[in-house]
Nanobody
């Protein structure tokens, strides 16, 4: 099973930017569809963005469209989430997820992904 390690979280102010990274183990990262989820205290985990294994298809949740950008660097086995214009409601633990064996699209549910990272905390102060 692939191992995913997130980094880049932290405490920022409203309007600031952060870039999250997720480094994946394994030699077939380029074949994985990747996603970023988040979970705020007392709320369910929700999909933020997903990128197809080819990079040709991208999905964004409505609440981040125009502010967040997902990208991947297959040479570095890494997927990124660039977060701009952060708001207090973006405060959450952000999780990286991978779908390592299916080429279905779109993938928008927790059950669509089979590998998960430990998460990185993002806190946006007002």
């Amino acid at each position: 099973q692939v191992q995913l390690v997130e980094s880049g979280g932290g405490l920022v102010q409203t309007g600031d930017s952060l870039r999250l990274s997720c480094a994946a183990s394994g030699r077939t990262f380029s074949a994985y569809t990747m996603g970023w989820f988040r979970q705020a205290p007392g709320k369910e985990r929700e999909l933020v963005a997903a990128i197809y294994w080819t990079g040709s298809r991208i999905y964004y949740a409505d609440f981040v469209k125009g502010r967040f950008t997902i990208s991947r660097d297959n040479a570095k086995n890494t997927v990124y989430l660039q977060m701009n214009s952060l708001k207090p409601e973006d405060t959450a633990v952000y999780y990286c997820a991978a779908q390592t064996y299916s080429s279905r699209w779109p993938l928008t549910e927790i059950r669509d992904f089979n590998s998960w990272g430990q998460g990185t905390q993002v806190t946006v102060s007002s």
